[in-house]
Nanobody, 125 residues
């Protein structure tokens, strides 16, 4: 069992930055591909970024590529999402997720093993 707890959301002006953190419980964190999804009002949940278990490979949605950076610290059981040059369209609830196979990111989110509770990010214009 893995429990995920996000933090770091909030209100920021367009062009600003935020860093989200996701702390995971359990001793198997380093076995999971980790990532972030978001859901904007009235829209489907969207995969934003993912990072493989070792941290050796990352992938981003086109909408955030070049602005967001995902990273992880396996010693701290934590994954991060650094968000720069934020836009109003980045406003959403951001969810941390864990998937042992990695297939749940950018393919079929039904494969995701664990979800966090979400943290609100609001970008004002």
């Amino acid at each position: 069992q893995v429990r995920l707890v996000e933090s770091g959301g909030g209100l920021v002006q367009a062009g600003g930055s935020l860093r989200l953190s996701c702390a995971a419980s359990g001793r198997t964190f380093s076995s999971y591909t980790m990532g972030w999804f978001r859901r904007a009002p009235g829209k489907e949940r969207e995969c934003v970024a993912r990072i493989t278990s070792s941290g050796g490979s990352t992938r981003y949605a086109d909408s955030v590529s070049g602005r967001f950076t995902i990273s992880r610290d396996n010693a701290k059981n934590t994954v991060y999402l650094q968000m720069n040059s934020l836009k109003p369209e980045d406003t959403a609830v951001y969810y941390c997720a864990a998937d042992r196979t990695g297939w749940g990111f950018f393919n079929d989110l039904r494969s995701i093993d664990y979800w966090g509770q979400g943290t609100q990010v609001t970008v004002s214009s």
